[in-house]
């Protein structure tokens, strides 16, 4: 084996937009985590020149694709190998992005690929896995799991946590092939890496989704307007002109027109994430809201317009927050002190509050208000976006001292949940909290809040992997 590339892509938390950020009128606060998709491409002389085989091993079945990629007359040639499984991600991945890399270099490779795909364990629930090894649903027993372990489950089957496996997936696939093939340079190549990322997960999904999901995988923590569906409409079939596809996508000659703003948590606040052992199916929920929307167009966008105006007051309010942590840096430490030994309800009581306290304190209230017009969604167009079970379990969290915001990522339902805490000890009451509900099957994932998108790394920094390799 010669010349690995191993790319890097980060799962998501959408922390506020859900349902709105479909709308180029409305923005979603979109947080990139610790917990990351892996693609790894080796060349080989092993098997005949276009060959390309891809395996993700954490997979009980099927987990194995094989196909062919070759130039004849100047035109690319792809296909799965008849006796091969089928993958409708990774094949098109392939197709798509082997075929812009051919119209934009004019060369493909001229020996064969083993390419290996691994996501980090709070992709998947471990609750099996942990069942079978007699280790109770705790952070600590999921730390002492190894690294991509096993799913005990087909494709089909597995229980995902929520965080986009798919986009991270497809993002760090595309990626992989640039960085393998062209020796891209991720931060030039980035927005066309984002581009054709964004166009083969649509097309794998067979529609044009919000795509803030890729986004994050991109480009990490930002607040995100998405593109125009228009942008993609051209070239969403299977017909499409490969120097048509490559114009659509090309950052200079497409008509790309989605937003990225960057942005980070403030300093002294954490992130966690809970799976909900109870499931939703996204796409449902998206569908019977905006059949809602359709159907009572003034009731919903005036609540989508009120509901857009506080997930803004609780991006700036952020935003306003980290930057007093750098202009007064020790007024900001005490504020952090304070709060986080007080339940964010009994804030308002502290007396000489100053202009940072101020500011968390309208965090809290602003957030509650989002939670409020979600809750009101839900009963309106009768999705269970905020349930009535994860409204008692996010009214518990914020009950415990330290708790700045507890909410449901993205379109809401059963799926998890996410907490922002002001210190260690909030952290250990919150999972705490979940280990003991009863009323639902709560557990943690070890996944933080991370900045970074789409990375080029060595096989040897990442633990475990190394074990997958030839």
């Known amino acids: 084996m010669t010349n690995t590339t191993v790319v890097s892509a980060p799962g998501k938390v959408l922390m506020t937009g859900g349902y709105l950020v479909l ?93 290996t795909i691994v996501g980090d364990n709070d992709f998947y629930s471990q609750r099996a896995q942990l069942e079978s090894k007699n280790l109770s649903n705790t952070v600590e027993s999921l730390a002492s799991l190894e690294p991509f372990c096993s799913t005990h489950a087909t494709l089909g089957t597995v229980h995902k946590t929520g965080l986009g496996s798919s986009a991270a997936l497809t993002t760090s696939l595309v990626a992989a092939l640039f960085v393998h093939l062209t020796d891209s340079d991720l931060d030039q190549d980035r927005t066309l890496i984002h581009n054709v990322a964004q166009y083969v997960h649509c097309f794998a999904q067979g529609k044009v989704g919000s795509g803030f ?170 999705v269970p976006i905020e349930p009535t079970e994860q409204t008692k379990l996010l009214d518990a969290c914020m009950n415990m001292e330290g708790v700045i915001l507890a909410g449901v990522p993205g379109a809401g339902g059963y799926d998890a949940i996410y907490c922002i805490v002001l210190s260690k000890k909030a952290k250990e009451t919150v999972r705490n909290v979940w280990s003991s509900w009863k009323e639902m099957s709560v557990g943690p994932l070890l996944a933080q809040a991370d900045n970074k998108g789409i990375a080029k790394i060595s096989v040897e920094s990442v633990n475990g992997l190394g074990r997958f390799l030839l």
């Open 213 to 382: 999901d890729v986004s994050a995988a991109v480009y990490g923590n930002h607040r995100y307007t998405r593109f125009s569906p228009d942008v993609l409409s051209s070239v969403m079939n299977d017909q499409v002109d490969s120097k048509e596809l490559l114009k659509a996508l090309d950052p200079v000659t497409g008509s790309w027109d989605n937003i990225v703003v960057p942005f980070q948590l403030p300093p002294g606040l954490e992130l966690l994430l809970a799976d909900v052992d109870a499931g939703s199916h996204t796409p449902t929920l998206v569908s019977k809201v905006l059949t809602w929307r359709k159907n009572n167009p003034i009731e919903a966008n005036e609540l989508w317009g009120q509901l857009g105006n506080m997930n803004n007051n609780v991006e700036q309010h952020l935003r306003n927050l980290s930057k007093a942590s750098e202009t007064n840096p020790e007024e900001y430490k005490q504020a952090i002190k304070q709060f986080s030994e007080l339940k964010a309800s009994k804030w308002y009581t502290v007396e000489n509050k100053t202009s940072i306290m101020e500011e968390f304190i309208q965090l809290v209230d602003d957030f509650s208000q989002v939670r409020t017009f979600l809750q009101k969604m839900s009963q309106l167009s009768d």
């Open 23 to 115: 709308d180029q009128t409305y923005r979603g606060l979109v947080v990139g985590t610790t917990a990351r998709f892996y693609t790894v491409i080796q060349s080989t002389k092993k098997d005949e020149r276009g060959s390309i085989q891809v395996r993700s091993p954490q997979f009980d079945t099927n987990a194995n694709w094989s196909y062919t990629a070759t130039i004849q007359d100047e035109k690319l040639q792809f296909s799965s190998r008849p006796d091969s499984s089928q993958n409708k991600f990774v094949e098109t991945c392939l197709r798509f992005t082997l075929e812009i890399i051919y119209q934009r270099t004019g060369k493909l490779f001229d020996d064969s690929l083993l390419i």
